[in-house]
């Protein structure tokens, strides 16, 4: 029997969008205001959308827990996985003391704080954020912050800042792929679309960051390697965007960007070397930072040894996130498991699609294809080039897998909740809400992305989730659907840094279990006030600047 979703059960957009909102508000609000751990947070979101789903909006009860367990699963393969792995790689080059023999290197380039923290979250994240994405950058990011001194705050919520810009064209530009894929839109137009409105935030974001970590004079002190940063990312990023395509956006843009202010520090350093690792406003509050350790100077031959690992780790991440490497590895073994007694037995119906649309829930087991499996063997691969004994290998994998216990449970409820929204409907009506706003609508529409990657963890899943009703919309209010289509993705890309999956990512990283509500408060204005100037660019696109709509490649 197939099942209809319904977007206003109550047949009041007011108070259906209230109680649509219910799981997440629960789940936010335990985890940034009553210091709820972040399992619990989860759990007891889920178990609100579950009542609502079945209760409110009239979901079939034995659908709604196949929904939550078919995003539990997903939850597992990918996310964690890669969680997994990067981590396990991460406890290896500790253990073995190469990780600060690389940490060392890395204060060998420059000394000052703020320069560092340009260099690894933006340069560096950005390149792991277009190799992989899914958690990758912020983990490797805030895992080498941490390890060079810098609070856990600071680590944590700083390598979520930086992890903004280049989301949209992430995983090799999967997320536009996606988008252009799923709803029709014109590849290569929105691809460039999106080109022309972050570019402006890729320049703005290393500003933000550094003042978010050090305050507005301080930013000032540094502001060439700053704009060097952030102009040698947006350049690249606006001509490979429109002239090229999608995969290697963010590839090239941020191994230019690095290039560039390595370059830079070569011939400039500040006056002023910024020593702090704390959060400015945040000394007492944001964990424990370690002392800055004294300068170190290592032989070429260890700094080789340290590199290697990462450098293996960067060669297999770029390799399996090549289209034909996914395909010939899901040609060896990719099995698809379709669940029974929901798969195609859910309907979404207009408005948000022109016809009514039967939802698949298949679950694809493709663990050889995984970026985390590519993680996998490269710490394997890095573990032997470190002299790694066998047995040595497996028992470290068994402790990161204890430590991380806490927050693989919690990533595999967050996408349970995640994707029971989906199914439900209920996120739908959270966007129809964006999308009854008029005139207002290129600035909504542009938060209806935030909201869901802020929901689903995943520039990609609100590209699925709401791509389509960003089409509709936009035709209908006569707006340019390449125009919403991308904004639903730029916007989103701000959200990526409050999605509670990310904050767990994040946690785990820098080991600072239990503090996620901390990370959470301490992010969440960044990310609102960077959607919103977002909503007034891409309103400006609409409505002043119409010839930035223009196809130019």
């Known amino acids: 029997m197939v099942w209809q979703q319904i977007y206003d059960p109550f047949g009041n957009m007011i108070i259906s969008t209230l109680l649509a909102a219910v799981p997440v508000v629960v789940m936010l609000v335990c985890l940034g205001f009553l210091h709820i751990k972040a399992h619990i947070a989860a759990g007891l979101g889920l178990l609100s959308a579950l009542a609502i789903a079945v209760l409110g909006y009239g979901m079939p009860a034995e659908m709604a827990g196949k929904a939550a367990l078919l995003g539990g699963f997903t939850g597992l393969l990918p996310i964690g996985w890669i969680v997994l792995n990067i981590i396990f790689l991460q406890q290896l080059a500790e253990q073995n003391g190469s990780f600060k023999v690389l940490q060392d290197s890395l204060s060998g380039i420059t000394e000052d704080r703020r320069l560092q923290l340009l260099l690894i979250a933006f340069c560096f994240g950005a390149f792991f954020e277009g190799a992989a994405g899914f958690g990758t950058p912020v983990a490797v ?34 997320p536009v792929i996606t988008l252009a894929k799923v709803h029709g839109y014109d590849l290569m137009e929105v691809t460039a679309m999106i080109g022309r409105q972050l570019p402006l935030f890729s320049l703005m974001v290393p500003f933000w960051l550094i003042w978010a970590f050090a305050g507005r004079k301080a930013m000032t002190e540094i502001w060439p390697a700053i704009l060097v940063t952030g102009l040698s990312f947006a350049i690249p990023q606006y001509l490979v965007s429109n002239f090229i395509g999608p995969e ?19 011939v400039w350093q500040p006056k002023k070397i910024w020593r702090s690792t704390s959060l ?51 040609s060896l073994f990719a099995p698809a498991f379709p669940m029974a007694g929901l798969h195609n037995l859910i309907e979404k119906v207009p408005p948000v699609v022109t016809q009514p649309t039967k939802e698949g829930a298949v679950y694809t087991l493709n663990l050889l294809s995984s970026t985390g499996t590519g993680i996998l063997l490269s710490a394997i691969v890095g573990a032997f080039f ?10 470290t994998f068994g402790r ?20 029971l929204t989906r199914y439900s409907g209920t996120d739908t009506t959270l966007g129809l809400a964006f999308a009854n706003t008029g005139v207002f609508y290129p600035f909504f529409g542009t938060l209806m992305g935030w909201i869901g990657v802020a929901m689903t963890g995943s520039d990609t899943a609100s590209n699925v989730l709401f791509g389509g009703m960003q089409k509709v919309a936009a035709e209908q209010l006569g707006l340019s659907a390449n125009l919403m289509g991308a904004a639903n993705s730029s916007g989103g890309v701000m959200g990526k840094m409050i999605d509670a999956q990310s904050i767990v990512v994040a946690s785990t990283a820098t080991k600072w279990f239990n503090h996620e509500g901390d990370i959470l408060r301490f992010v969440f204005f960044h990310s609102i006030a960077l959607a919103c100037l977002v909503g007034i660019f891409v309103t400006l696109q609409a409505y002043v600047y119409p010839f930035t709509l223009m196809v130019v490649h």
């Open 141 to 174: 990011t805030a895992g080498i912050l941490i390890g060079l001194g810098f609070s856990p705050l600071a680590a944590s919520g700083l390598s979520l800042i930086a992890n903004t810009a280049p989301v949209a064209f992430g995983a090799l530009g999967t």
């Open 386 to 395: 470190m002299k790694y004994k066998p047995l040595e290998i497996v028992r």
């Open 248 to 266: 290697l956006v963010d590839i090239i843009a941020a191994i230019v960007s690095m290039v560039s202010l390595v370059l830079f520090l070569r």
């Open 400 to 419: 990161t897998l204890w430590l991380v216990r806490y927050s693989l449970l919690t990533i595999v409820l967050m996408l349970a909740l995640g994707t």
């Open 280 to 330: 400015k406003g945040h000394e007492h509050d944001g964990g424990e930072a370690k002392p800055a350790a004294a300068m170190v100077r290592h032989s070429k031959a260890a700094l080789v040894s340290a590199w290697t690992p990462w450098l293996i780790l960067t060669i297999f991440v770029f390799v399996w996130g090549l289209p034909p490497v996914k395909a010939w590895l899901n």
